[in-house]
Antibody
Framework: EVQLVESGGGLVKPGGSLRLSCAAS????????MTWVRQAPGKGLEWLGR????????????DSAAPVKGRFMMTRDDLKNTVYLQMNSLKTEDTAVYYC???????????????????WGQGTMVTVSS | QSALTQPPSASGSPGQSVTISCTGT?????????VSWYQQHPGKAPKLIIY???KWPSGVPDRFSGSKSGNTASLTVSGLQAEDEADYYC??????????FGGGTKLTVL
């Protein structure tokens, strides 16, 4: 079964750090562009950033949204089939469910790494509070 | 980059059709044919139901259809069923390797 499983969420104080993991199974992570999305309680989805695959990019290029740029960093370990989101200098407004998601490859072989996400994890809750 | 604009709510009776709009700018929705739609049931992860404005991923019923005109994309759900009651989010590629989402629309099946 193709799936993503996030872990590492929890309660952290403002200014603290946390590392989320996203473990993939049922497919080869090494060819996938992976995206992180969060959803604050009762709110909508917010794109956080995307990490390319080494196959497509040659290097694992990342792009991040303005609110988290410089504080959050995405990395990947394809041997462990896992991507990570390192979150530093956390703020109360970072409280949310964090999802990882896979870029979509359509039936015609076109890759939608930056515009469509077909496999999502179940999410992991991060609460930033003193 | 501001979120795309969606109506907070929409509703329809079983069997009817309902359309949800998603308004952006020429830098996102209007500039690219890369609009996607997601369905999210309470407590669940989002599910991709439309990509590239009007295409269906495998397994998604064709009761869901997408379109775009200028800076506004739309999702139409035809033949409403009880299980269609969910939150719906649009997203668009916005250039410079960025994706943005809409604020979401809660669809109620009356």
């Amino acid at each position: 079964e193709v799936q993503l499983v996030e872990s590492g969420g929890g309660l952290v104080k403002p200014g603290g750090s946390l590392r989320l993991s996203c473990a993939a199974s049922g497919f080869n992570l090494n060819s996938a562009w992976m995206t992180w999305v969060r959803q604050a309680p009762g709110k909508g989805l917010e794109w956080l950033g995307r990490i390319k695959s080494k196959i497509n990019g040659g290097s694992t290029d990342t792009d991040s949204a303005a609110p988290v740029k410089g504080r959050f960093m995405m990395t990947r370990d394809d041997l462990k089939n896992t991507v990570y989101l390192q979150m530093n200098s956390l703020k109360t407004e970072d409280t949310a469910v964090y999802y990882c998601a896979r870029g979509f490859s359509d039936s015609w072989g076109k890759y939608h790494g930056d515009d469509a996400l077909d496999i999502w994890g179940q999410g992991t809750m991060v609460t930033v509070s003193s | 980059q501001s979120a795309l604009t969606q109506p907070p709510s929409a509703s329809g009776s079983p069997g009817q059709s309902v359309t949800i709009s998603c308004t952006g700018t020429s830098s996102d929705v209007g500039g690219y044919n890369y609009v996607s739609w997601y369905q999210q049931h309470p407590g669940k992860a989002p599910k991709l139901i439309i990509y590239e404005v009007d295409k269906w991923p495998s397994g998604v019923p064709d009761r869901f259809s997408g379109s775009k005109s200028g800076n506004t994309a739309s999702l139409t759900v035809s033949g409403l069923q009880a299980e269609d009651e969910a939150d719906y989010y649009c997203s668009s590629y916005a250039g410079i390797n960025i994706m943005i989402f809409g604020g979401g629309t809660k669809l109620t099946v009356l």
